[in-house]
């Protein structure tokens, strides 16, 4: 299901109706932020996007993109799709942005599992 902007409060709604992926997570959208959707509808979902491409992506640095990408691998616990807080990469985001997104992607996860601890 693709909807953009705060859709917080119909989710449940989206989720009765058989929805299993919501795309794209719009970070800057009121109520859409990750900790909000991981505690509210974690489990129930697999969340795709949430890398910010308001500020983040087109303004940030390379470092600051893959820190966010391995936060929200972490607060998604498994049932996240890296992805933009848009359906497409704009034009003003940088190479180097878009090559750090995909490195996070890529990075083993270093948390440890249930069975680990």
Known sequence: ?????????????LI????????????????MDAENLAAK????????????????????NGSQVKEEVLRLRDIFKGKFIVSPSHEALLPNVPFENVMAMSAGAKEESVLLSETQI
């Open 1 to 13: 299901m693709h909807s953009c902007g705060a859709i917080d409060l119909i989710i449940p709604k």
């Open 16 to 31: 009765d109706a058989g929805i299993d992926i919501l795309h794209p997570l719009q970070a800057k959208a009121a109520g």
């Open 41 to 60: 509808y974690g489990g129930k979902l697999v969340f795709m996007g949430g890398v910010d491409t308001q500020e983040l992506l087109p303004f940030g």
